[in-house]
């Protein structure tokens, strides 16, 4: 399984590096840490987080990691996704729309670089929220991850669809909702 993963290509990036320090001792203990997305360009796509003392070993890493971990993402006709989806994760909120044919990628940083990971050409984004580059990413990744296609669901026709998308969408907001009175009464 190692060489096919090794064998087939794959687009990657560095979204993020971030410099660490721990406290011991001996004084600091200085590593890095770097986020990097992988994707076939043909609708898989993961994400790695990989720690260590040089650029280079932490990179290793979390390719390595993102490889091995790559989600299915349902595309229609190979350039866009089913439905529009908002997603809150954490600080971050995401909202992922189709596009038509010759739209292109209309995206925030993080999400462009998931989004070309994927092999997605037309797309509409939206990031709200936070501005970490890594929450973000996380965020976009969960909600290509629950994007329903027809036969996902079991659905034949475009009302069942339809039903689908709304109730993915009621399933967000009152997440969103519940998440909102509760900080306002800390």
Not at 131 to 156: D, F, H, M, Q
């Amino acid at each position: 399984m190692n060489n096919e993963i090794n064998q087939q290509e794959y687009f990657e990036k560095v979204v993020q590096v971030n410099r660490v320090s721990k406290k011991t001792k001996g004084g600091n203990k200085r590593s890095l840490s770097v986020l990097v997305v992988a994707g076939d360009r043909r609708g898989q796509v993961g994400v790695g987080l990989g720690k260590a003392s040089d650029v280079q070993s932490a990179v290793r890493k979390a390719t390595s990691y993102a490889r091995k971990h790559l989600i299915n993402v349902p595309l229609v006709d190979n350039r866009t996704i089913p439905h529009s989806i908002l997603i809150k994760r954490g600080a971050a909120k995401v909202i992922l729309k189709p596009a038509r044919a010759g739209t292109g990628i209309i995206a925030g940083g993080a999400v462009r670089v998931v989004v070309e990971a994927v092999g997605i050409s037309d797309i509409v984004s939206k990031i709200l929220g936070t501005r970490n580059r890594a929450s973000n990413v996380y965020a976009t990744l969960e909600a290509l991850s629950r994007l329903k296609t027809r036969s996902n669901k079991g659905i034949t026709d475009k009302e069942g669809v339809k039903e689908a998308v709304k109730e993915s969408r009621t399933r967000v907001v009152k997440k969103v909702r519940k998440a909102g009175p509760a900080n306002a009464a800390a």
